[in-house]
């Protein structure tokens, strides 16, 4: 009996354990940053590909197109190596980037400039999985 206990309570930590990690997706990526200045946007620096709006302070990513596939969509969760906290993928990059993300950084161009450009690992739970 309580072998049997003991088998059914390893396979339930066993299942319980095995959901929260078999759809998390890592991959490198090259990191640049991007702010809502007039001079690295359109007419409408506030507004984001998918028409979210971006406000100052927000943990926000850009992606590039091919990462879409992957599950980084519109709302999807991203956590970047070397930077606490969670940030959302709330725009896409023109298509010619490739396995890229851009970091939103407000108004703070002196931020962006100081970031750069950095290769990073992204980890995400795609939302098609």
Known sequence: MKTARFFLFASVTLM???CGTENKNELKVTATAYTSTHS???????????????EPGMKAIAVSRDLLQHGLTNGSKVTISGLPGE?????KM???WEKKIDIYMGLDHQAAKEWGKQEVTISWIAANQ
């Open 16 to 18: 319980l354990s095995a």
């Open 40 to 54: 690295q946007t359109d007419k409408t620096p506030f507004l984001a590909a998918w028409n979210n709006e971006l």
């Open 87 to 91: 940030y959302i993928v709330l725009d």
């Open 94 to 96: 023109h298509k010619r």
